[in-house]
T-cell receptor
């Protein structure tokens, strides 16, 4: 069945460092791909998404490109801030019917030190 | 503030207690969800309601009983829980049940079962 694999955390970076959180997926057809973020003590929020191959999702300085050839959707940010400390979840959704269900990765914890 | 409010934020209960979790959304959405978030596991979808009708029940034990009296409110009634039920319970909503990609989450109820 469909699945999402994220790099294990925790990831610890200094402020202004470059961030990459890897996400790869297994799915039939052409899923949509998402990154959600969970700040401490809060629920998840949609960060960005991409719905077809080669699309780039972006928000708040974060970017991720839908790479069908490598079945990947890696999250990147050029210069992280302390306020980016959170848990990041990669997810996919199939195209129709029951495949519209969201399949989640385990989450990657990011800690950014000043 | 995501527009989805959950109470209580924290709950400690014994295995013989009965308690309820409450969720309210102020977004005018038609679909509401209960998720379970446990350490080292992907988010688990428990129940889905669309226009107050339960449309999905993902093999959840009967000691969890959902209730959706109207499209803005969702409850999760708990009774005779087990210690392994300790987790963060998240409520979410979306415009429609089919549009699960854009979910709005509450901050969750951290449940501890003693």
């Amino acid at each position: 069945g469909d699945s999402v694999t994220q790099m294990e955390g925790p990831v610890t970076l200094s402020e202004e460092a470059f961030l990459t959180i890897n996400c790869t997926y297994t799915a039939t057809g052409y899923p949509s791909l998402f990154w959600y973020v969970q700040y401490p003590g809060e629920g998840l929020q949609l960060l960005l998404k991409a719905t077809k191959a080669d699309d780039k999702g972006s928000n708040k300085g974060f970017e991720a490109t839908y790479r069908k050839e490598t079945t990947s959707f890696h999250l990147e940010k050029g210069s992280v801030q302390v306020s980016d400390s959170a848990v990041y979840f990669c997810a996919l959704s199939g195209q129709a019917g029951n495949n519209r269900k969201l399949i989640w990765g385990l989450g990657t914890s990011l800690a950014v030190n000043p | 503030e995501t527009g989805v409010t959950q109470t209580p934020r924290h709950l400690v209960m014994g295995m013989t207690n009965k308690k309820s979790l409450k969720c309210e959304q102020h977004l005018g959405h038609n679909a509401m969800y209960w998720y379970k978030q446990s350490a080292k596991k992907p988010l688990e979808l428990m129940f889905v309601y669309s226009l107050e009708e339960r449309v999905e029940n993902n093999s959840v034990p009967s000691r969890f009983s959902p209730e959706c009296p109207n499209s803005s409110h969702l409850f999760l009634h708990l009774h005779t829980l087990q210690p392994e039920d300790s987790a963060l319970y998240l409520c979410a909503s979306s415009q429609e049940a089919g549009a699960r990609e854009k979910l709005f989450f509450g901050s969750g109820t951290q449940l501890s079962v003693l």
